[in-house]
């Protein structure tokens, strides 16, 4: 009996580390085989907005402020009258400068006559040289008296017209910075206000050196294609997250760095016939244009991150899951760009990886790629 008993133990310990080393079913996961691909290269930078043509309203002559003729932060069109400095002093010089200029030109009439009359008389010799000479001499001092007053009324005009200050472009005005009843005066307070341009407008934006070395280092690798003639083009993205309606090109960048900040200045111009965007505005742009050939590239969540770096589940034709290191670079959509680690036509886990570790099995429900 007894040892029956022992023999029926013995068989329920065999049968239960027999249960124990059972294998496990493969684990189900959803795959992406990797393809090595041509894929755009997109920047995405902080950008300001600012006007195209800034222009700064200031008074050319010196006088008490009469009027602001505009709406202060409205649009004005090229010729409307903004500003009105008290003309009297103006009109004054005008009316004098005209009242000179008849006395000059009453005093060269005279000479006029005066050297007419003496001219015949010298062909008789009933006058002498010296008398022709001092007429033709009033004449000739007449004639630059006239061309003096003219110049003078001509500017007495000029600073007449300067009192009504008018826009020379289309554009958005500033605040006027003084009001009526002020004493302009030029070389003191002579800055009305500004008036800018916002179609076109432009956005400045900044590159660090590193991004400028690293793209370099990219470039000599191969693994970045920057456009022909530095022909970029730039997508704005604005602060709600909704896209601006027209793409940008660049039209200037810095041959220099800014040694304050290490940044290279970036412009673009972009139409804005509805004035969406405002001189001042932060945006995101986005420059487009470079490419990334035979790119590497991975699902997000197929990246997992451990003591030494990045990693991924790599499955072989067996569908036994090993572990490989990798290096990443940027981000191509929903997707990290791979530099070193996989080759074209391998296979990682997309979907699943917290369930498998090296050497579990798998069943792959689907493998997906770009």
Request: overall charge neutral.
């Amino acid at each position: 009996m007894k040892r029956y008993l022992l023999f029926s133990i013995c068989l329920l310990f065999l049968g239960g580390c027999k249960k124990e080393h059972k294998e496990l079913p493969p684990t189900n996961v959803t795959a992406y085989q990797v393809v090595a691909q041509t894929i755009p290269a997109d920047f995405e930078f902080v950008g300001v907005a600012k006007s195209s043509h800034p222009v700064e309203i200031r008074s050319r002559v010196e006088g008490y402020l009469n009027k602001i003729e505009y709406l202060e932060g409205g649009a004005v069109k090229k010729g409307a009258a903004l500003f009105q400095i008290d003309p009297s002093q103006f009109l004054a010089d005008v009316q004098e400068a005209q009242g000179e200029l008849a006395r000059q030109e009453a005093i060269l009439w005279r000479a006029q006559r005066s050297l007419e009359r003496i001219e015949p008389l010298y062909e008789k010799n009933a006058a002498s040289r010296r008398d022709l000479d001092n007429a033709t001499a009033q004449v000739l001092a007449g004639e630059a008296a006239v061309i003096e007053a003219e110049a003078n009324l001509t500017k007495a005009e000029l600073n007449l017209g300067y009192t009504s200050i008018t826009s020379p472009i289309d554009g958005l005005t500033a605040r006027a910075f003084y009001r009526e009843g002020t004493l302009i005066t030029p070389s003191i307070n002579g800055l009305l206000t500004l008036v800018s341009v916002i179609d076109p407008i432009w956005v400045d934006f900044a590159v660090s050196d590193d991004q400028l070395l690293q793209a370099k280092a990219e470039g000599g690798k191969g693994r970045l294609i920057l456009p022909p003639e530095q022909e970029f083009s730039v997508q704005l993205k604005l602060a709600d997250g909704s896209i601006f309606a027209n793409k940008g090109k660049v039209n200037f960048l810095s041959p220099t760095l800014n040694p304050k900040t290490g940044t290279m200045m970036i412009r673009a111009t972009f139409e804005n016939p509805q004035g969406e965007l405002l001189p001042g505005q932060f945006v995101r742009a986005i420059l487009e244009g470079a490419t990334r050939p035979n790119a590497i590239f991975v699902p997000q969540e197929s990246i997992s991150k451990g003591r030494k770096g990045m990693f991924v589940y790599v499955i072989d034709a067996n569908n036994v899951v090993s572990i490989r290191d990798v290096e990443v670079g940027s981000w191509y959509k929903n997707y990290w760009i791979v530099t070193q680690g996989l080759q074209d036509g391998e296979i990682v886990v997309a979907k699943g990886v917290n369930k498998v570790q090296a050497g579990s099995h798998v069943h792959i429900l689907s493998i997906e790629n770009k």
